[in-house]
């Protein structure tokens, strides 16, 4: 089965380092890829999103992905973390298809120090 | 401006009661979209709708239901059947197109209690 995963649950980094999530897709088939972040006790927002175009893709609060084939990867980055970055990061996939089969990763909770 | 609007915010249920969970949207998006969230697991389907009078499982329906009569509503029911249903629930809603997925634009979501 097709799945999608973030490595690591909690990350934990000082304001100002860089933020690395990491996440891997299980298909051959190159996927359309999706990151969202939630706040406690609200929906999900779209951060960014690939849909075979740049490789590189650069979304809202300064965050940016960079999609490899090779690796079957999308590692979400920023490269100077603030207080307000500190929630929840799901990395998400789909094939197209049914609408009905977005595939959620177990998400990533980022924690940032001052 | 549009959006998804879920109520309540909070719900609190007894034990082998039904209730119903709101999800209006003014986007005019063709499908809409149940997930379940529970710490640690990320977002499981409930149920999903591509057009109006349509719907589908999701992985987990079981004790649930929901219906769409109107493009803008999908509520959701969470019957007795649902032995725990204690969760945190997001509706979703997407253009649509089986070929360009364009995102999911989430309300906000509802916190349900068995108490």
């Known amino acids: 089965a097709q799945s999608v995963t973030q490595l690591g649950s909690h990350v934990s980094v000082s304001e100002g380092a860089l933020v690395l999530l990491r996440c891997n897709y299980s298909?051959?088939?190159?996927?359309?890829l999706f990151w969202y972040v939630q706040y406690p006790n609200q929906g999900l927002q779209l951060l960014l999103k690939?849909?075979?175009?740049?490789?590189l893709v650069k979304g809202i609060n300064g965050f940016e992905a960079e999609f490899k084939k090779s690796e079957t990867s999308f590692h979400l980055t920023k490269p100077s973390a603030h207080m307000s970055d500190a929630a929840e990061y799901f990395c998400?996939?789909?094939?197209?298809?049914?609408?009905?089969?977005?595939?959620f990763g177990k998400g990533t909770k980022l924690s940032v120090k001052p | 401006d549009g959006g998804i609007t879920q109520s309540p915010k909070y719900l609190f249920r007894k034990e082998g009661q039904n209730v119903t969970l709101s999800c209006e949207q003014n986007?005019?998006?063709?499908?809409m979209y149940w997930y379940r969230q529970d710490p640690g697991q990320g977002l499981r389907l409930i149920y999903y709708?591509?057009?109006?009078?349509?719907?589908q499982k999701g992985d987990i329906a079981e004790g649930y239901s929901v219906s769409r009569e109107k493009k803008e509503s999908f509520p959701l029911t969470v019957t007795s059947a649902q032995k725990n249903p204690t969760a945190f629930y997001l509706c979703?809603?997407?253009?649509?197109?089986?070929?360009?997925?364009?995102?999911?634009?989430f309300g906000s979501g509802t916190r349900l209690t068995v108490v």
């Open positions: 979703a809603s997407s253009m649509g197109g089986t070929l360009r997925p364009y995102g999911y634009t």
């Open positions: 298909s051959s088939v190159p996927p359309y």
């Open positions: 690939y849909t075979s175009a740049a490789t």
């Open positions: 998400v996939v789909t094939y197209g298809g049914s609408q009905g089969n977005l595939i």
């Open positions: 986007l005019n998006h063709d499908a």
């Open positions: 709708s591509q057009i109006v009078n349509d719907f």
